[in-house]
């Protein structure tokens, strides 16, 4: 209970420190809604199909660039150290910076899918899947960014390593290309693809259809995901944070 | 013990620091000082050995140690984007200080050190000297049993220099136990009650610190450059002031008890051999050759050195 406090505290500073930056939030969100637009305006009737795959996609950039952000920045100017001296376990340190670093890619989906229900009139069939799908999707995708993030001193080294996963499942996840139109091979490895689960249940959310029967299959994927995800997270700090 | 790699960065070290003492830790750069205290901090996984801290163990309550200690490292890490006020604010909630108490403490902190006016500057923008006091609130914010202070003076002026030696005083006259680590001998003089001398991961010798500075003060090392050559066996026998001497590119480097002793044998003897004494001077022995001297003094009775 006292660590949950004082990891809420470790996000609160966090916020304070990164986003006062405005060109962060900004940059998060221009490139998904320029795109959104660009789909919008070539054919207007099938925007619906790819709009969760696009906020899925800003959740995926800005929370694994965040928590890059939030490691590699700390690491570099020697921070990193006061935290590893207060008296927080691990784990309560990766939770604090997992949430502060979710916050910005729940921040900037959350406005996109704002100005998309409200400028472009996208439905809103089930929420409470969309936000469920939202959450999850952010907490794994931060935890994810972490652990490969933890690795490095440096911001650029830490997405160069990034973008050797983010990209390629971008295009296998549903985001672009229909999971049924995908190749055979294809499909197992976007079912292991956090985005593919995440991007189907705000699909869900926003349209009651999904590629999946039920959104049951996805949250409890995305839960095992998470699960291990955190595991993992607590592992790669503790072997690599104070290098 | 700890390793590097194939270097044993620590070996066999082993002392225990009493509850209220200054205790320096004393050695040259690359000795293991620093080691030492991330370790003790639990920011340093040892090779072998056993570490307690306040009574408990490092690898076990590892959150417990750290309630008890502040450590102040060699390079500030606050954050440099916060103000001094965020900065001490963040870590009392880390701490566990509840929201009155912190600001109490808080206020209390920038006040002892005369960073009150810049209470709303950040971190990044306060001179080197605040920079370091700041970094010593930083380590109070939560009253910690034992302070670690790694290097406080380095790179400060003087006058710096001085203040925060007055403050690590007052500190422990609080009750605060201060564990020190310096290479600057003087200062572990003036300050501790205990002194460790550490050289390349041994520890060479311990003890009351009064007692190890006897043991330390002494030989002066005289520096001179010859006009030519110089056979080192006639010269030792012509200045007998001289205890020892070695020769590194042109300068002679002699240990001697005696400044002026030695100095007028010297230039007796290069008159008479028809030398010129381009350069001359005196200098302090490096610690490391202080010590070198304090073990071969303590080893042994039997060894002449001259
Ligand atoms: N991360 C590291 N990797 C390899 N060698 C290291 C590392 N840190 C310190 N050392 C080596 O260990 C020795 C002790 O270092 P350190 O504890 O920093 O000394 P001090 O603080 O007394 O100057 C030095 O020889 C140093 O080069
Ligand atoms: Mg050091």
Redesign the pocket.
């Known amino acids: 209970m006292i660590q949950i406090a004082r990891a809420l505290f470790i996000s609160r500073k966090d916020v304070e420190s990164y986003y006062s930056k405005p060109p962060l939030v900004t940059w998060g969100l221009l490139f998904p809604a320029v795109l959104m637009l660009a789909i919008y305006v070539k054919n207007p009737s099938t925007y619906l199909t790819v709009a969760p795959g696009i906020i899925g996609m800003t959740l995926l950039f800005g929370n694994t660039s965040m928590a890059a952000i939030v490691i590699t920045w700390e690491k570099r100017s020697g921070t990193l150290q006061r935290l590893l001296l207060a008296p927080v376990s691990h784990q309560t340190i990766v939770l604090g910076k997992v949430v502060s670093a979710a916050a910005y890619g729940v921040a900037t989906s959350t406005v996109l899918t704002l100005g998309l229900v409200v400028l472009l009139k996208m439905p809103m069939v089930h929420l409470p899947v969309f936000i469920v799908g939202l959450l999850a999707g952010a907490a794994t995708f931060a935890l994810l960014g972490m652990i490969i993030a933890v690795r490095v001193r440096e911001v650029f080294e830490a997405m160069t390593l990034l973008n050797f996963f983010r990209f390629p499942i971008l295009f296998i996840s549903g985001v672009f290309m229909p999971l049924d139109a995908l190749p055979a091979w294809a499909r197992p490895i976007a079912m292991v693809s956090p985005l593919t689960h995440t991007v189907e249940l705000l699909r869900f959310g926003v349209t009651g259809q999904s590629w999946f029967p039920t959104p049951w299959i996805p949250i409890l994927v995305l839960a095992t995901m998470l699960t291990v995800s955190w595991l993992l997270a607590g592992t790669a700090f503790r072997r690599h944070a104070n290098r | 013990m700890r390793r590097?790699?194939d270097?044993v960065?620590l070996d066999r070290v082993d002392f225990t620091v009493r509850r209220g003492e200054i205790f320096a830790y004393l050695?040259?750069?690359?000795?293991?000082?620093?080691?030492?205290i991330n370790i003790l901090a639990g920011l340093l996984h040892r090779d072998a050995g056993q570490v307690s801290v306040c009574g408990f163990d490092i690898d076990r309550e590892g959150v417990a140690v750290k309630q008890r200690i502040g450590v102040v490292p060699?390079e500030s890490n606050l954050y440099p984007e916060l103000t001094c006020r965020r900065n001490l604010e963040y870590l009392g909630q880390l701490y566990g200080l509840g929201r009155s108490e912190r600001r109490r403490r808080v206020d209390e902190l920038l006040e002892t050190f005369d960073l009150t006016e810049k209470a709303s500057v950040r971190f990044r923008a306060l001179s080197r000297g605040m920079k370091r006091r700041l970094t010593v609130a930083a380590s109070l914010v939560h009253s910690p049993e034992v302070v670690f202070f790694?290097?406080p003076t380095s790179g400060l002026d003087v006058p710096s220099a001085r203040t925060l030696r007055e403050l690590i005083r007052t500190i422990n006259r609080h009750g605060t136990t201060v564990f020190l680590?310096t290479?600057n001998l003087a200062e572990a003089e003036d300050l501790s009650d205990q002194v460790l001398i550490?050289i390349k991961?041994k520890v060479v010798t311990e003890g009351a610190t009064d007692e190890i500075g006897r043991q330390a003060a002494g030989a002066e090392i005289l520096s001179v450059v010859f006009s030519a050559n110089v056979p080192v066996d006639t010269l030792l026998a012509a200045c007998p002031a001289v205890m020892s001497a070695n020769i590194t590119d042109e300068k002679w480097r002699f240990e001697v008890a005696d400044v002026h002793q030695t100095t007028m044998q010297i230039v007796a003897w290069a008159e008479k051999s028809g030398l010129k004494i381009l350069k001359i001077s005196t200098e302090t022995p490096s610690l490391e050759e202080a010590f070198m001297a304090i073990l071969e003094k303590n080893s042994a009775g039997s060894e002449v050195r001259r």
């Open positions: 590097y790699g270097l960065a050695g040259p750069n690359g000795a293991g000082k620093t080691t030492t060699e790694d290097e680590t290479h550490l991961g």
